[in-house]
């Protein structure tokens, strides 16, 4: 502050210390406006920057917000402001701890549903966000010779998440994607989500046995291996053609995004 005027630099740190940790000390440098005291003013900026923050998490969030209600939304939207201050430029990274934190704040955390929900519209968000590459299809892998096949290790697309979920989540948000009532919550065992980008986020179920060839194929095992985790599995006379056939989906729903020899 040069002759009691504050720099630029001064003001906006300031006001970023008045929205992000509640310090008033931007008051000092600020006069009374012409019909409210300056305190009023900047609760009112205050306010102004939370409510944009809730609408970011609303825009984010829309089954989890039509899950909870809208009040009950904002309520929890504003905690999560408050214990998780934007730190980012870009809007779509504001939610980004918002899994976690249902998962560890009362009277979200016994309610597993809720961190479920987050975490599957936040890989969605991701997978829209993911960088563009383009997808390896069938005619991609039909130069690699039949001797080479055991050896091709594959590479999944930029957008491809795996979640895991302890609920009936997914088909909570599908039904309220549609407009449907959704289905009372049930912890029914381990559920295998698989999301990605094909021309727009999707996601599905997987089987056990499919859940565990894609997660080994995304670390880069090799195909001839995968055929013998899958004899392991399950009947050892159809693992290779199941194999290949969890292949050719992948393909066809642009999951890989390439493949080399190991």
Partial sequence: MRGGVMTLSEVQDGFQSALLAGCDGILAGLADGPRHPKEMLLGIYRDDYILRLIEFAQNDHEQLRAYLGDDA????????????????????????????????????????????LAALEKTLNDAFYASDEAALGVAGVAGFAAGDWAALRFSPHASARRLNFSTNAAEIWRALK????????????????????????????????EAMLWDEAANGVRFGVLCEMAAAYDDPDEAAPRAAGYLQGWLASGLLSGASLA
Avoid at 88 to 112: I, M, S, V
Avoid at 183 to 209: C, H, M, Y
């Fill in 73 to 116: 939304f904002e309520e929890m939207a504003r905690g999560y402001a408050a214990a998780h201050p934007s730190r980012y430029r870009n809007a779509k990274d504001f939610c980004a701890h918002l899994p976690q934190y249902l998962a560890e704040t009362e009277p979200y955390c016994g309610h597993a549903a809720l961190r479920e």
């Fill in 178 to 209: 549609h407009g449907s009532e959704p289905p009372s919550t049930e912890a029914n065992g381990l559920q295998r989500i698989l999301a990605w980008r094909q021309d727009v986020p999707k996601f599905r179920a997987l089987a056990g046995e």
